[in-house]
């Protein structure tokens, strides 16, 4: 396993973990918020988590804050959140920060081994108008993430196989082809 196994999180239930708890299974690690305009993407988070669970797949979701405070909530209201608002039933892991000079452990190795995502539209660009428009600071250049819901896929080996944009939806075909390819 790489270094990310030994990086110790805490669910969200407050239990010290490390992802070598999920030796041997390809993961998608995704920076989650609860108020954010891609929120709806739990819903396919699920549906992808049900299709490959028995198959050796884990999705892996860590709050964050990081991004015009669309997490505001403690860990007992982003479980709550996510177990009535959208029925989730992958692992949810305590909040972190992903960016910035307090970025956890695991989000700065993941960066390391994905320094670029594979985009899916201009989130970026959309995202700077916005900010501009609004007096706020312009989105995060690579290597940093972009926004709330960028994933990563993990190899069985604990490895990053891949880093996809936050606007590219966990349906999408580049998405589940790794998956597929991951798991085989």
């Given at each position: 396993?790489?270094t990310?196994?030994s990086?110790?999180?805490?669910?969200?239930?407050?239990t010290p973990?490390t992802?070598?708890?999920?030796?041997?299974?390809?993961?998608l690690l995704?920076?989650?918020?609860?108020?954010?305009g891609?929120?709806?993407?739990?819903t396919?988070?699920?549906?992808?988590y049900?299709q490959?669970?028995d198959?050796?797949f884990?999705?892996l979701?860590f709050?964050a804050?990081?991004f015009?405070g669309q997490e505001?909530g403690?860990?007992?209201e982003?479980?709550?959140?996510c177990?009535?608002e959208?029925?989730?039933?992958?692992?949810l892991f305590s909040?972190?920060?992903v960016?910035?000079p307090?970025k956890h452990p695991?989000y700065?190795?993941?960066?390391?081994?994905?320094p670029?995502h594979?985009?899916?539209g201009?989130?970026r660009e959309?995202?700077?108008g916005?900010?501009?428009?609004?007096?706020?600071?312009?989105p995060?250049?690579?290597?940093?993430l972009?926004?709330n819901?960028?994933?990563?896929?993990?190899?069985?080996d604990?490895t990053?196989?891949?880093?996809?944009?936050?606007?590219?939806?966990p349906?999408?075909?580049?998405?589940?082809?790794?998956?597929?390819q991951?798991?085989a």
């Open positions: 396993m790489s990310l196994s990086i110790p999180v805490t669910t969200i239930n407050g973990a992802l070598a708890d999920y030796s041997g299974k390809v993961l995704v920076n989650v918020a609860s108020k954010c891609l929120t709806p993407q739990y396919a988070l699920e549906a992808l049900q490959f669970k198959k050796g884990e999705v979701g709050p804050n990081d015009a505001p403690t860990d007992q982003i479980a709550k959140f177990s009535t959208y029925p989730v039933s992958f692992p909040k972190i920060a960016t910035g307090a695991l700065a190795e993941l960066i390391a081994e994905a670029e594979i985009v899916a201009p989130m959309g995202l700077a916005f900010a501009s428009a609004n007096g706020f600071p312009p995060n250049e690579l290597p940093e972009l926004w819901f960028e994933k990563f896929l993990v190899g069985k604990g990053v196989i891949a880093r996809f944009a936050p606007d590219m939806t349906d999408d075909p580049r998405i589940t082809t790794a998956i597929e991951a798991l």
